[in-house]
């Protein structure tokens, strides 16, 4: 299996501009979930889906942003306006089942907004 | 809510042991361990769930204590390749994770 795979890996917009980013999780797992990491904050839980169902997403930090699972072999994460202030690496896992298995994570997109 | 994961660094000369803490002041459903080389994501090394188990992993292994919604990692004889940031990630349901925010390791020669 090729993993978890994001795009694109570097993502440098301006200030104002829409932002999508991508993520196409293992096949066969059902849970698909969105993080933030940055110096400050650490790696905050941004969204996360059950069988393409947004369940929480408690975490976005505001109207700019959205995100959407149309099927289960994809999930976007759209910033728009964009602002410095979003500049992250963000990263989406997935996993199979319930609480007893652990997440895999794609290799991040990393944003920064000027 | 958070977990507090302790110590924040740690340096090790090749061959000894650390130990990572992480606590949580909410009931906890499971105990997820990771560790994050820089820039690279984050690599799954282990669960623990509630009921107070122990895992080992090569010669890295964990605890949790249920009671004391606490979780230890243990690293012995260490390597180079074990440098990296050290991870808990917290649920209290079969859900959702929410992550400490970390131990850096550190291994000198």
């Known amino acids: 299996d090729a993993g978890v795979i994001q795009s694109p890996r570097h993502e440098v917009t301006e200030m104002g501009q829409e932002v999508t980013l991508r993520c196409k999780p293992i096949?066969?797992?059902?849970?698909l979930f969105w993080y933030r990491q940055t110096m400050m904050r650490g790696l905050e839980l941004l969204i996360y889906?059950?069988?393409?169902?947004?369940?929480?997403d408690s975490g976005m930090p505001e109207d700019r942003f959205s995100a959407k699972m149309p099927n289960a072999s994809f999930s976007t994460l759209k910033i728009q306006p964009s602002e410095p202030r979003d500049s992250a690496v963000y990263f989406c896992a997935s996993r199979i089942g319930q609480g007893v298995y652990g997440y895999t994570f794609g290799s991040g997109t990393r944003l920064t907004v000027v | 809510q958070q977990p507090v994961q302790s110590p924040q660094a740690v340096i090790l000369r090749e061959g000894e042991d650390a130990v990572i803490n992480c606590s949580s002041s909410?009931?906890?459903?499971?105990v997820h361990w990771y560790r994050q080389k820089h820039g690279e994501a984050p690599v799954f090394l282990m669960i623990?769930?509630?009921?107070?188990e122990q895992k080992g992993h090569e010669k890295i292994s964990a605890s949790f204590n249920e009671k004391k919604q606490q979780s230890s990692l243990y690293l012995t004889a260490s390597q180079l390749s074990y440098s990296g940031t050290y991870f808990c990630g917290t649920s209290s349901s079969a859900s959702k994770i929410i992550f400490g925010s970390g131990t850096r390791l550190s291994i000198r020669p």
């Open positions: 623990l769930l509630k009921g107070g």
């Open positions: 889906f059950n069988n393409n169902v947004p369940i929480d």
């Open positions: 909410k009931a906890l459903y499971s």
């Open positions: 096949s066969g797992h059902d849970y």
